[in-house]
């Protein structure tokens, strides 16, 4: 059986503390496993066409939201680990771990606006190379006292790191993208390959093999599939086999949940937001449209809500 999980929106202007707060205490009394948000540190004009501002930073909202909850993990879905530091990134997330008592998932990306790289002044065409290097500093900061590193993209001597995380080896590590190198850097790192709205024959048929490969050539066991998906309930069937993930009738996505679960999925993050900002719905609508899509797959869904999340 699969655990569930939602994408809280941490951006646009109707979002404040208190729908925040809303967000992570419906979650928990719902049975979610999981809320997850996103992240932008510079929102430039590509960005703000589908995330508008306000942007809320997702290791300081977690560290307080977490604070309403018991039970409910949290997470970044994803956070763009080119932004900041390794060490910085290491160190929030081995925080967040602790205060949590072990509830939080580090889910990580490589980004897609250049224009925010180039706000940052980060060069876009390494951020796949950037993000190995980094997740390189992080794995090792999450298990070691002190560490030196000589990369091309950090490099420090002998750094204090700690407080250490609860969990051992390290908090949940999710990799998203969906292209080959996302696959490469899930197998290599990840304790769950996360991919955002992958196309249902492409995953089907598809990723499988491709992350299987990847994970063999490492010498490694294939990472957990926790994908993100859309959450969009429609009053009646649609057609067609291209349908996206998540779109449909209550029908349908109980379907696409089943068919998740015999995919291997661990955890499915239900995302409510939508293609265009001026489509948004109310959080209350969102969340009729949630606990719809909970109820009628009540018996896809396992309501035990950290067992999902330990690393392997």
């Known amino acids: 059986m699969i655990r569930l999980g939602l994408n809280v929106p941490n951006f646009g202007p109707t979002t404040t503390a208190a729908t925040l707060r809303d967000w992570v205490e419906f979650a928990e009394e719902t049975g979610f496993s999981l809320a997850m948000v996103s992240d932008h540190v510079a929102p430039t004009t590509d960005v ?7 942007f809320y930073d997702p ?7 977490a604070s309403f909850t018991t039970e409910l993990s949290v997470g970044t879905s994803v956070a763009i680990l080119p932004y900041r530091h390794p060490l910085l990134t290491a160190r929030m997330s081995a925080n967040l771990d602790q205060f949590t008592d072990g509830r939080f998932v580090l889910g990580v ?15 876009f065409g390494d951020r796949g190379c950037i993000t190995d290097e980094f997740l390189t500093v992080i794995t090792r900061a999450w298990t070691e006292e002190r560490i030196s590193f000589d990369g091309d993209h950090a490099r420090f001597e002998d750094v204090a790191t700690g407080p250490p995380p609860v969990r051992h080896p390290h908090p949940p590590l999710w990799v998203g993208g969906l292209g080959a190198a996302a696959m490469r850097r899930a197998a290599r790192f990840g304790d769950a390959w996360h991919p955002v709205n992958p196309g249902r024959d492409w995953l089907q ?3 499988p093999s491709l992350l299987a490969d990847a994970a063999a050539s490492l010498g490694k066991q294939s990472p957990k599939l926790s994908p993100r998906i859309k959450a ?43 293609d265009h900002p ?5 959080a209350v609508d969102d969340w ?15 309501r035990h809500p950290n067992r999902a999340l330990e690393p392997r």
Do not use: M
């Open 48 to 54: 703000t066409a589908t995330y508008p501002p306000p």
């Open 59 to 65: 290791f300081v909202t977690l560290a307080w939201l």
């Open 109 to 123: 990306g490589v980004g897609w606006s250049e224009l925010e790289y180039g706000a940052l002044g980060l060069p």
């Open 205 to 207: 048929h598809a990723a």
């Open 232 to 274: 969009r309930v429609t009053s009646r069937d649609l057609p067609g086999t291209d349908r996206a993930l998540g779109v449909g009738s209550l029908s349908q996505i109980r379907d696409d949940l089943l068919l998740l679960d015999d995919l291997g999925a661990d955890v499915v993050v239900l995302d409510t937001n939508p």
């Open 278 to 282: 001026d489509q948004r719905q109310s």
């Open 288 to 302: 009729r449209a949630l606990q719809k899509i909970v109820a009628c797959a009540d018996d896809v869904v396992a």
